[in-house]
């Protein structure tokens, strides 16, 4: 079992920056890949980034150049920086760990409760 608790989101300008963190607990937190989610009202959860165990990391198109996705094993902490955010970066954001380095939602095995993050133009 892992349990994983999102924070940093707020409300920010468009242009503006915001730092997610993923606090984990439970089993060890290095075993498993990380991930980036995010749903925004009236829509499906989308991938924004994962990070495998080693390090490697893919993002989303739609993030890619202003989002950066990292992990700090010693603290058993995953990050996001998101930088010039746009209204259409609006959404709740999940964090996930699983097995398997991947894009896809049901391959997740454990999750946070989200945390919101708020663009305004």
């Known amino acids: 079992q892992v349990q994983l608790v999102e924070s940093g989101g707020g409300l920010v300008q468009a242009g503006g920056s915001l730092r997610l963190s993923c606090a984990a607990s439970?089993?060890?937190?290095?075993?498993?890949?990380m991930g980036w989610f995010r749903q925004a009202p009236g829509k499906e959860r989308e991938f924004v980034a994962v990070i495998s165990l080693s390090g490697v990391a893919g993002y989303a198109d739609s993030v890619k150049g202003r989002f950066t996705i990292s992990r700090d094993n010693a603290k058993n902490t995953l990050y996001l920086q998101m930088n010039s955010l746009k209204p259409e970066d609006t959404a709740l954001y999940y964090c996930a760990a699983g097995s398997r380095y991947t894009a896809y939602p049901r391959e997740y095995d454990y999750w946070g409760q989200g945390t919101q993050v708020t663009v305004s133009s």
């Open positions: 439970g089993r060890t937190f290095s075993r498993y890949a």
